[in-house]
């Protein structure tokens, strides 16, 4: 079964507005989780890291005033794209390390019109 | 050159056949190699998890490393139409997910 929850699956939004997209580990904590972006036909590309009670670690060239990560707890963490643009439309998944293995929330797709 | 290469295919097969899929690398440092399973517009499932090199079997699916040669396989017997999707080599050098470097995937189409 799943053990990385993430939460919503699709989001259709207008360009201007954030969006918050919220990513839980199931039966586990997890200290540090990881936000991930997919273009079609490409692989995931790492946004950032996600720790828990501090600050996330960017990917150069991720706008962190635009991406905000929230990790205020061990099992949420949450990825906030601000003053959303139809450039920022994507698939985002975050994962999670249990046992260290990553496990991977179901993505959510981002539209921005 | 990127550190992981993966032939994006398309690979199709019919139902029964034995699929096998690549990665090769470049980082000798790499200890962690996983396979994963993704279908349209969902996130990557972990199919096979292995340290260093050798030979790991799960059901259908045998993965292989051969680090000396710096390459990877995933070999799926008994094909089946939902083994259709896209298949991701990833790899690290250390555990935990730190510094997963990821194939592009292999699209995968298993015919009935």
């Known amino acids: 079964g799943a053990v990385v929850s993430q939460h919503p699956s699709r989001v259709i939004c207008k360009s201007g507005t954030s969006v918050k997209i919220e990513c839980r580990s199931l039966d586990f904590q997890a200290t540090t989780m990881f936000w991930y972006r997919q273009f079609p036909k490409q692989s995931l590309m790492l946004m950032a890291t996600?720790?828990?009670?501090?600050?996330?670690?960017?990917e150069q060239g991720v706008e962190k005033d635009k991406f905000l990560i929230n990790h205020a707890s061990l099992t949420l963490s949450t990825l906030t794209v601000t003053s959303a643009h139809p450039e920022d439309s994507s698939f985002y998944i975050c994962s999670a390390n249990k046992n260290e293995k990553l496990f991977f929330g179901s993505g959510t797709q981002l539209s921005v019109l | 050159q990127k550190e992981v290469e993966q032939d994006p295919g398309p690979l199709s097969v019919p139902e029964g056949a034995i699929v096998s899929l690549n990665c090769t690398y470049s980082n000798s440092a790499f200890q962690y190699f996983m396979w994963y399973r993704q279908y349209s517009r969902k996130g990557p499932e972990l199919l096979m998890y292995?340290?260093?090199?050798g030979n790991k079997e799960d059901g259908r699916f045998t993965a292989q490393v051969d680090k000396s040669s710096k390459y990877i396989s995933l070999f799926i017997r008994d094909s089946q139409p939902s083994d259709s999707a896209t298949y991701l080599c990833?790899?690290?050098?250390?555990?935990?997910?730190?510094?997963?470097?990821f194939g592009a995937g292999t699209r995968l189409f298993v015919k009935a």
């Open positions: 292995t340290y260093s090199s």
């Open positions: 990833a790899m690290s050098e250390g555990a935990g997910g730190f510094k997963t470097i």
């Open positions: 996600s720790n828990e009670g501090s600050k996330a670690t960017y």
